[in-house]
C-alpha cells in the first residue's frame, strides 16, 4: 500500500469506527424505544440481501435491453402483446420430458399453443397441456421438439431439436461461418429470441456443422415465465 494511502486510510479509520458504532447505537436505541430486538448480524444479512436483489434486478433489465437491441437487428422491432404472469410450480428434466408446469390454466385464458417467455424475453417452449388452473409446457430442449430458427448475423435458417437434460442443437451447412456467441432468434408466426450460439463443431462424415444453442440462465432456475396470450 502507498504511503499517502495508509496516511489517508489512518486519518478515515476512526470515523468509520465512529459511524460504524453510531450506526448500532441508533439501531439499538430505536429497538430500545419501539420494544423491538435489534440484531445487527440479521440486518446485515437483509442488506446482502437487498444487495443482491438489486443485481439480479439489474441482471434482468440488461436481458431484456439486449432483447430489444437483438431483436432490431433482426428486423423486428418492439410489439404490443398481451401477456400473463405465472409461477412454475413444477418441472420435469429427466432426459426424455423437458416440460414445467405453471400455476394458471383455462381460468385465466391459458389455451395450447401459447407461447411462454423467461427472464428477459427468451423463448423457452409453448403451452401443450391446459387444466383450470394449471398448464404444462413444454420446453425446446425436449427430445424430439423441433422449432425453426434464424440466426441474424449469418443470415442463415435452420431447424433447432431438442436432445434432452436442457440440450438444444442445430445443423448448419458447413460452408457457412457460425460465430459463438451469435444470436438466434425463432422464425415462425413471431420472431422470439432464443438463446446464444454456445458451441460449434464439425461433423465429419457430412456436409453440416452442428451447433449447440445455450439460454444466459439455467431453465431449472426459472421462478416465474410470461404467457404470451395470442
Do not use: C
Not at 417467455?117 to 427468451?122: C, K, N, P, S, Y
Not at 413471431?190 to 444453442?213: C, H, N, T, W
Request: hydrophobic share 45%; no cysteine; net charge negative.
Amino acid at each position: 500500500m502507498k504511503p499517502v494511502e495508509t496516511g489517508a486510510l489512518r486519518v478515515v479509520r476512526p470515523l468509520l469506527i465512529v459511524l460504524d458504532k453510531t450506526g448500532q447505537f441508533a439501531g439499538s436505541f430505536t429497538s430500545t424505544i419501539a420494544r423491538i430486538p435489534y440484531n445487527s448480524e440479521e440486518v446485515r444479512v437483509l442488506r446482502m440481501e437487498v444487495a443482491a436483489l438489486r443485481a439480479d434486478l439489474a441482471y434482468k433489465e440488461d436481458l431484456e435491453r439486449e432483447n430489444i437491441l437483438l431483436r432490431s437487428m433482426a428486423g423486428r422491432g418492439a410489439e404490443e402483446e398481451s401477456y400473463v404472469l405465472a409461477r412454475v410450480i413444477g418441472r420435469s428434466f429427466n432426459g426424455l420430458d423437458d416440460s414445467i408446469v405453471l400455476d394458471i390454466g383455462s381460468a385465466e385464458g391459458i389455451e395450447t399453443g401459447f407461447p411462454v417467455l423467461a427472464e428477459g424475453a427468451i423463448h423457452i417452449g409453448f403451452v401443450e397441456e391446459v387444466t383450470h388452473n394449471s398448464a404444462r409446457v413444454r420446453l425446446f430442449s425436449r427430445i424430439g421438439e423441433r422449432q425453426e430458427v434464424y440466426l441474424p448475423e449469418s443470415s442463415v435458417s435452420s431447424v433447432a431439436e431438442g436432445e434432452g437434460l436442457g440440450v438444444i442443437t442445430l445443423h448448419v451447412p458447413d460452408s457457412i461461418a457460425i460465430t459463438k456467441g451469435e444470436p438466434v432468434f425463432s422464425a415462425g408466426q413471431r420472431d422470439y429470441f432464443l438463446g446464444f450460439v454456445e458451441a460449434v463443431s464439425r461433423v465429419e462424415s457430412g456436409p453440416f456443422q452442428i451447433i449447440k444453442m445455450g439460454l444466459p440462465f439455467s431453465v431449472r432456475d426459472v421462478r416465474d415465465v410470461f404467457v404470451i396470450l395470442n
